[in-house]
């Protein structure tokens, strides 16, 4: 069946660092990829989405590239900030009656 | 507008009760998921709906676990006879369902459950 793969954290940054989360995923098909965030406190949200290969989906700086051929999708920001501080889950998502999110990778960015 | 919505926000029972969980999606979202996220643990998924009909029900962990949904709205998780290992946070999303489950889902703050 399904599964994603994702880095395992804690992960802690200095801010400014550059930041990458790598993310694989098995999958029949052809399935949309999703990056979900959770801030400290508050539920989980969309951060960025692509649905198809080769595009890059993007948002508050952060980006990740579907790449079929690799079946990855990572996560990359070029620096981050202390706000970014938070747990990233990245979730291929087929057509079915199964979904899948990673295990999540929790980031800290100190000063 | 409004987003989804659970109740109770935090729940404590103690071994054996049954509880009921509630969600309310975004209107008119025909889609819905269960999940549970365990404490420093990742999601785990449990049972999607798309309007009324659950077409696969194994990923909840227990036959002490159900779901129903009822006019393509409001759902509600049971554990029935419950235990420590229940506990957790359990989160419901809703998406459009126009594409086959391959949208973007919208959380729900979750219910916290501790089992005593």
């Known amino acids: 069946g399904d599964s994603v793969t994702q880095m395992e954290g804690p992960v802690t940054l200095s801010e400014e660092a550059f930041l990458t989360i790598n993310c694989t995923y098995t999958?029949?098909?052809?399935?949309?990829l999703f990056w979900y965030v959770q801030y400290p406190g508050e539920g989980l949200q969309l951060l960025l989405k692509?649905?198809?290969?080769?595009d890059k989906g993007s948002n508050k700086g952060f980006e990740a590239t579907y790449r079929k051929e690799t079946t990855s999708f990572h996560l990359e920001k070029g620096s981050v900030q202390v706000s970014d501080s938070a747990v990233y889950f990245c979730?291929?998502?087929?057509?079915?009656?199964?979904?899948?999110f990673g295990t999540g990778t929790s980031l800290t960015v100190i000063p | 507008g409004a987003g989804v919505s659970q109740s109770p926000s935090n729940k404590v029972t103690e071994k054996g009760k049954d509880v009921e969980l509630r969600c309310d999606p975004i209107?008119?979202?025909?889609?819905l998921y269960w999940y549970r996220q365990s404490l420093g643990q990742g999601l785990e998924f449990l049972i999607y709906f798309q309007g009324n009909s659950a077409p696969d029900k194994s990923g909840l962990p227990s036959d002490r676990f159900s779901a129903e949904r009822t006019g393509g709205s409001v759902s509600t998780l049971t554990i029935q006879r419950t235990q420590q290992e229940d506990s957790a946070v359990y989160l419901c999303?809703?998406?459009?369902?126009?594409?086959?489950?391959?949208?973007?889902?919208?959380f729900g703050p979750g219910t916290r459950l501790l089992v005593l």
């Open positions: 999303a809703s998406s459009s369902g126009l594409a086959g489950g391959q949208e973007t889902q919208y």
């Open positions: 999958a029949t098909g052809y399935p949309s």
């Open positions: 979730a291929p998502t087929n057509t079915g009656n199964q979904f899948y």
């Open positions: 209107s008119g979202h025909t889609a």
């Open positions: 692509a649905t198809k290969a080769d």
